[in-house]
């Protein structure tokens, strides 16, 4: 292969990585249509995101089931941050990375579209650690789990926005139906509040 042709093709190669891994919003392709997107909340600067907890309702029986209604991120400088909460269920106990450690992927389940009978739209959630621990949400078994978001590599979290069905009143509510979190701009070096100072080394996010 000639070289400048060998060189070319690497600079192109390494320009789509370069976009692929050096995106700040990581988001998944099954999340729910309905509702309207919420502003976006942000852990204090310096901190990061490295826990979280959702608020779920209870199976409804023969009533209107919403699932999934609400998503808490814990941030590392002990403060908490959420974007739109639907108004029924309870908050769950709060799950967290090993200490140092912070959020950095997801995955959300999610129920189609069920035409007719009730709709439900997203019902839990999963989140990958720094280290690669999973934490997955209590949330309910319907509907199915989509791919992995990318990563946000050793950089993790920091911000999260939800979209959210207002109270349709006597019709068929879904509650939460997607969310998209934000990359920490660089490395935070906020002490844990865990006991454990994160590393201050950046890597490049991975895909998965």
Same mark, same amino acid.
């Given at each position: 292969?000639?070289?400048?042709?060998?060189?070319?093709?690497?600079?192109?190669?390494?320009?789509?990585?370069?976009?692929?891994?050096?995106?700040?919003?990581?988001?998944?392709?099954?999340?729910?249509?309905?509702?309207?997107?919420?502003?976006?909340?942000?852990?204090?600067?310096?901190?990061?995101?490295?826990?979280?907890?959702?608020? !779920?309702?209870?199976? /409804?029986?023969?009533? %209107?089931? #919403? *699932?999934? =209604?609400?998503?808490?991120?814990? +941030?590392? $400088? @002990? &403060?908490?941050?959420?974007?739109?909460?639907?108004?029924?269920?309870?908050?769950?106990?709060?799950?967290?990375?090993?200490?140092?450690?912070?959020?950095?992927?997801?995955?959300?389940? !999610?129920?189609?579209? /069920?035409?007719?009978? %009730?709709? #439900? *739209?997203? =019902?839990?959630?999963?989140?990958? +650690?720094? $280290? @690669? &621990?999973?934490?997955?949400?209590?949330?309910?078994?319907?509907?199915?789990?989509?791919?992995?978001?990318?990563?946000?590599?050793?950089?993790?979290?920091?911000?999260?926005?939800?979209?959210?069905?207002?109270? /349709?009143?006597?019709? %068929?509510? #879904? *509650?939460? =139906?997607?969310?998209?979190?934000? +990359?920490?701009?660089? &490395?935070?070096?906020?002490?844990?509040?865990?006991?454990?100072?994160?590393?201050?080394?950046?890597?490049?996010?991975?895909?998965?």
């Amino acid at each position: 292969m000639d070289i400048s042709l060998h060189a070319t093709l690497v600079l192109v190669l390494c320009g789509c990585l370069q976009g692929a891994w050096g995106q700040a919003k990581i988001t998944v392709s099954n999340g729910g249509k309905w509702g309207t997107w919420g502003p976006e909340q942000s852990c204090p600067k310096g901190s990061f995101a490295d826990g979280f907890a959702i608020k !779920v309702q209870t199976p /409804q029986l023969t009533g %209107d089931d #919403t *699932a999934l =209604n609400g998503i808490r991120l814990s +941030c590392s $400088d @002990g &403060t908490t941050i959420q974007s739109n909460v639907g108004p029924w269920g309870h908050w769950s106990q709060m799950k967290k990375c090993p200490p140092g450690k912070r959020l950095t992927q997801f995955r959300l389940r !999610v129920e189609k579209c /069920q035409g007719l009978k %009730d709709d #439900t *739209a997203a =019902n839990n959630i999963k989140f990958y +650690c720094t $280290d @690669g &621990t999973e934490l997955q949400g209590a949330g309910r078994c319907w509907g199915t789990w989509g791919p992995q978001s990318l990563s946000c590599g050793q950089n993790g979290i920091c911000s999260m926005a939800s979209r959210e069905e207002a109270p /349709q009143e006597k019709g %068929d509510n #879904t *509650a939460l =139906n997607d969310v998209y979190f934000k +990359c920490c701009s660089e &490395t935070p070096t906020f002490q844990s509040t865990q006991g454990t100072t994160p590393s201050s080394t950046t890597t490049a996010p991975q895909l998965q």
